[in-house]
């Protein structure tokens, strides 16, 4: 018995690599194929049944009522879509979201402009995410109890959640990659550092230092065309979990208004490296080598597999490539290439007058200014000229400069009856009066231009060779 046992098994290898062959090779995976029919694949325990189930539901649920999911994957034709566009299915869920937060006292009614994902509308709704994929899994489960496993279905799952988090890493990656996304201000580096929110602290942190908010960009990056690649799927979904980790951990630390969402995007990773728990464990913490896992190709033909794989990297690079577009153009709107507007800078109010009244520095005038600050725009900013009280307040105003006439017209965003406009004459680079209409008053100013290398954060560049901690404060 025991020889017929030792001739059996070559026989059966070599009938099941015969199979493989004929099959053609997996070029979605480097691991074994598991082609063969339903009746002969491994039962899946039910609780894992009812757990992919429950978490396809979920995820399909969030993919269509959050738009921040879908609008990258648009890539450059997103810029041509109407404003509500980005809203829409926020709207659309509202009556729903609404109703399920008066049943737990909750007032989930969206608050417009949308500038935060952690309102309370937006609990509600992963709420209800929730609460449809519990019904949902277990109503399926309960009607499709014969089916032995969702196999089929988990592969073409698994594509879908690999492309939607890459296209989120490509987008957050791309911002960074350009440094874009906490680039800092001019009105950082005369703002009290007490009145910063943390955001603007997390903000003013990285964006203090480019090279290494590139670098962040780059590792998200990374992760993105690593998730694109099929092969390397796996690498790219470990990476992209790290990132998210530290991501989510800031969001929560720092105030950032994304926490449910990049939770989310965290989840998303999660679920790719979920399969492959058990060999992830075995090689990192047993110090073990893992096995290959049985995956099931999209396809049975070498034809159709060569197609998806083509399909695959053409829609990453779709995918990478408008957004390299669209940062570029951004970077050559508002980056540092861009052109400067007029009065680029930071000036020191020398003189101040109101009505012809000759306003001295106190701390305790609210109107006189101290400084004016011209910027190029910032997309999280109100508008690219400031000014700053005596008693440290920031003013932001919607600014329109006419250089034939040398005016400049002020708008509040916060104040539409409020508006000025001010001539302007510069006769020394580094010497500007202004004299206009301030607010009804008459105004005239006397101003020079602060050297923004006099600020040591801006001096204070990555240098190897260090004999100790540049700290200009307590260097005398």
């Known amino acids: 018995m025991t020889r017929l046992l030792r001739v059996a098994r070559p026989a059966a290898d070599q009938e099941g690599r015969s199979r493989r062959m004929a099959a053609g090779p997996d070029t979605d995976t480097d691991t074994k194929e598991a082609a063969a029919p339903e009746a002969g694949s491994p039962r899946w325990h039910p609780v894992t049944r009812v757990a992919f189930r429950f978490g396809l539901v979920y995820v399909a649920l969030f993919f269509l009522t959050e738009m921040r999911i879908g609008y990258p994957l648009l890539g450059v034709f997103g ?7 980005l809203t829409w299915q926020y709207h659309l869920v509202e009556p729903v979201v609404v109703r399920v937060g008066d049943l737990i006292g909750v007032d989930a009614s969206l608050i417009e402009p949308v500038q935060s994902g952690d309102q309370r509308f937006f609990w509600v709704l992963a709420l209800c995410w929730f609460l449809g994929a519990l ?14 496993h969702d196999a089929d279905l ?36 005369v703002e009290p550092y007490g009145e910063f929110g943390m955001l603007n602290v997390l903000w003013s942190q990285v964006g203090s230092s480019p090279p290494y908010e590139m670098l962040l960009g780059c590792a998200e990056v990374t992760a993105a065309v690593l998730l694109v690649i099929p092969r390397t799927a796996l690498l790219g979904a470990l990476l992209a979990a790290v990132e998210l980790t530290q991501v989510l951990l800031l969001n929560i630390t720092y105030q950032v208004p994304l926490k449910i969402f990049s939770f989310h995007l965290l989840v998303l990773s999660l679920i790719l490296l979920a399969p492959h728990a058990v060999r992830l464990a075995r090689f990192f913490v047993t110090d073990r080598p893992a096995d290959p896992p049985v995956r099931r190709a999209l396809f049975r033909s070498r034809r159709a597999l060569s197609a998806a794989l083509a399909a695959q990297l053409l829609l990453g690079a779709w995918l990478a490539g408008s957004q390299v577009r ?12 861009a052109p400067k507007p ?9 003189a101040f007058s109101l009505d012809g009244r000759e306003r001295p520095p106190l701390t305790t005038d609210t109107e006189r200014w101290n400084r004016l600050i011209v910027d190029t725009p910032h997309s999280y900013q109100p508008g690219s000229v400031s000014s700053q009280r005596m008693d440290g307040t920031i003013v932001d105003y919607a600014a329109a400069f006419d250089p034939k006439t040398g005016a400049m017209t002020l708008a509040r965003p916060d104040d539409p ?30 101003l020079e231009k602060t050297d923004l290398s006099s600020f040591p954060i801006n001096r204070d560049s990555p240098r190897w060779v260090q004999d100790g901690p540049y700290q200009p404060r307590l260097e005398g």
């Open 154 to 189: 988990h592969k073409w799952f698994v594509v879908v959640v690999r492309f939607c988090l890459a296209a989120q890493l490509f987008s957050f990656g791309f911002a960074k990659v350009f440094p874009l996304q906490m680039s800092q201000p001019l009105t950082r580096l």
């Open 79 to 85: 810029d041509e879509l109407p404003t509500g566009a």
């Open 135 to 148: 019904l949902a899994a277990a109503t399926w489960s309960l009607v499709d109890r014969a089916r032995r």
């Open 342 to 350: 007029p009065l680029y800078g930071i000036w020191e109010v020398r």
């Open 417 to 446: 009856a409020w508006s000025a406009r001010l001539t302007f004459a510069q006769p020394a680079p580094d010497r500007l009066t202004m004299r206009g209409v301030l607010a009804g008053q008459r105004v005239s100013i006397r």
């Open 326 to 337: 669209e940062e570029w153009k951004l970077w050559d709107t508002i980056g540092s290439s």
